[in-house]
C-alpha cells in the first residue's frame, strides 16, 4: 500500500498543505523546527489515530484554532481509500471512505505504518513498559481483534484497579466483585499473551535474518516472551487459569498495594544475542543492529499478514546510523516500501543509494 497524497488543514504548523507523494522515496528537507516531523506525524496519524509523541490532541491543532483535518488517499491492491480524521475540542473523528467509523479497532488497520525515530534505537535499553507499547502498536495494526481485546483489557484493568482501591480503603468488603473482574481479566490477558506469544516468534525469525545480514552472519537474535505466566504452559486454557489463579492468590498484597500485580500489562520483552541478553550485555552497537532489525522485521511480518507492504517513516535516522547500518537500510527499502524519510541534507550515502527520491523541501509550514 502507499499514500498518494495528504491534506493538512490546521495540523501543527501547517495552516493549509496539499500533497502528492511519490510510491518509492519520499525526502522531506529542512532546518530545525520547520515541520518535517510534524508531517510525519499526520501521517502516522492518519494510521493510527493517535499521535507517536503526545496523547493530548490540543497540541496538534494549529495555534488560535479550533479544529484540525488530516486526510489522505491511500493506494492498495484492493483500490483506493479514503481517510479522514478531525480533531476538536470535542474529541476527534475518523471515516473511512467518508463513513464515520465508532470504534477505533474499525479504522486502525486501513493504513499501517511503521515509524522509526531515533528514541527506537533505544528500544532495546528502554523500559518494559516502552517495549510493551511497541508490541502492541505493531500487533493492533496487523490484528484488529488483538486491539479490540486490548481496549477491553485496559478498560477491565481500570475497573479492577478502582476495585482495589476501594476494598483498601473500605469502601466496599464484597469480593466477589473482584473475582468477577478477575475472571475477565484472567480470559482477556490470557488471548493477549497467545498473540504476543505468536506474532513474537515470527517477527523474531525475520528479526534473526536481518540481523545475520547486517552482522555477517556473526551474531545470532532471538526473542523471549518474558512473562510471568511461564512459556512453557502451552494451551490458551492453561494461561488462563493459571492467570486467574494468580489473580486470587494474591489478594491481600493487591489490596494493599491498590493495584493489579499480574498479567500481560506488566510483560517484556527481551533481546538475545548469541545466548546474552543484551539489554544486559549488549554494547551500543550491539542494541542499535538488533533495533534496526526489528524494525524492518516489522515490515515482513506485517506483509505476511496482511499481504501488503506498510509505509516507513524515518525521522532523522540516518544521521544515527553508521555508514554500514545506512546501505543495509537503504538497500533494505528501496523498491520496495514506500518510504518517508527527513533530514536537514542529504548525505554521500543517501544520495548514493537513493535512486529518483522525490523531494520536499520544508520551511515553516509550506
Ligand atoms: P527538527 O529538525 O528540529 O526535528 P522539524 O522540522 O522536525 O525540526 P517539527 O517538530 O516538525 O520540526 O516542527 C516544530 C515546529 O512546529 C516548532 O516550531 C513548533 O513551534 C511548531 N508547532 C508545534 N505544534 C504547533 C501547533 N499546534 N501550532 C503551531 N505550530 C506548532
Ligand atoms: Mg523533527
Given at each position: 500500500m502507499y499514500l498518494k497524497e495528504i491534506m493538512l488543514e490546521n495540523f501543527r504548523n501547517y495552516q493549509k498543505l496539499q500533497l502528492e507523494f511519490s510510491e518509492n522515496i519520499n525526502v522531506l528537507i529542512g532546518e530545525n523546527a520547520q515541520g518535517k516531523t510534524n508531517l510525519l506525524e499526520a501521517i502516522y496519524m492518519l494510521a493510527m489515530a493517535s499521535s507517536h509523541r503526545t496523547n493530548?490532541?490540543?497540541?496538534?491543532?494549529?495555534?488560535?484554532?479550533?479544529n484540525a483535518q488530516i486526510k489522505g488517499t491511500i493506494g492498495r491492491a484492493l483500490g483506493d481509500l479514503k481517510l479522514e480524521l478531525t480533531l476538536s475540542s470535542k474529541g476527534k473523528k475518523v471515516r473511512v471512505n467518508h463513513i464515520e467509523r465508532g470504534k477505533l479497532s474499525e479504522y486502525i488497520g486501513q493504513l499501517n505504518v511503521i515509524l522509526f525515530a531515533?528514541?527506537?534505537?533505544?528500544l532495546v535499553k528502554g523500559t518494559p513498559s516502552e517495549r510493551r507499547r511497541f508490541i502492541d502498536r505493531e500487533f493492533s495494526q496487523i490484528d484488529a481483534l488483538y486491539l479490540h481485546h486490548l481496549s477491553q483489557y485496559r478498560r477491565i484493568l481500570k475497573q479492577r484497579n478502582q476495585y482495589l482501591k476501594d476494598l483498601q480503603q473500605r469502601?466496599?468488603?464484597?469480593?466477589l466483585y473482584l473475582d468477577i473482574l478477575s475472571e475477565q481479566l484472567a480470559q482477556l490477558g490470557a488471548k493477549i499473551i497467545m498473540k504476543r506469544r505468536a506474532y513474537l516468534q515470527k517477527l523474531g525469525q525475520y528479526a534473526n535474518e536481518i540481523h545475520g545480514g547486517i552482522t555477517q552472519g556473526k551474531e545470532k537474535l532471538s526473542f523471549q516472551y518474558v512473562s510471568?505466566?511461564?512459556?512453557?504452559?502451552?494451551k490458551e486454557v492453561e494461561v488462563q487459569a493459571e492467570l486467574y489463579t494468580k489473580l486470587t492468590q494474591q489478594r491481600q498484597t493487591e489490596i494493599f498495594r491498590g493495584?493489579?500485580?499480574?498479567?500481560?500489562?506488566?510483560d517484556d520483552l527481551a533481546f538475545i544475542v548469541n545466548e546474552k541478553n543484551i539489554q544486559i550485555y549488549g554494547s551500543q552497537g550491539q542494541q542499535r543492529t538488533t533495533a534496526l532489525a526489528v524494525k524492518l522485521a516489522e515490515i515482513e511480518l506485517m506483509k505476511e499478514e496482511t499481504g501488503e507492504a506498510p509505509i516507513l517513516l524515518l525521522d532523522d535516522v540516518l544521521s544515527e546510523l553508521d555508514g554500514v547500518r545506512q546501505t543495509h537500510l537503504l538497500k533494505t527499502i528501496q523498491d520496495r516500501v514506500q518510504t518517508f524519510l527527513t533530514t536537514p541534507g542529504l548525505s554521500e550515502i543517501t544520495r548514493k543509494l537513493i535512486k529518483e527520491p522525490k523531494l520536499f523541501r520544508i520551511s515553516e509550514g509550506k
Open positions: 493530548k490532541e490540543r497540541e496538534l491543532i494549529l495555534f488560535g484554532q479550533e531515533p528514541e527506537d534505537l533505544s469502601k466496599t468488603q464484597d469480593d510471568e505466566i511461564e512459556n512453557s504452559l502451552e493495584t493489579t500485580l499480574h498479567g500481560p500489562h506488566r
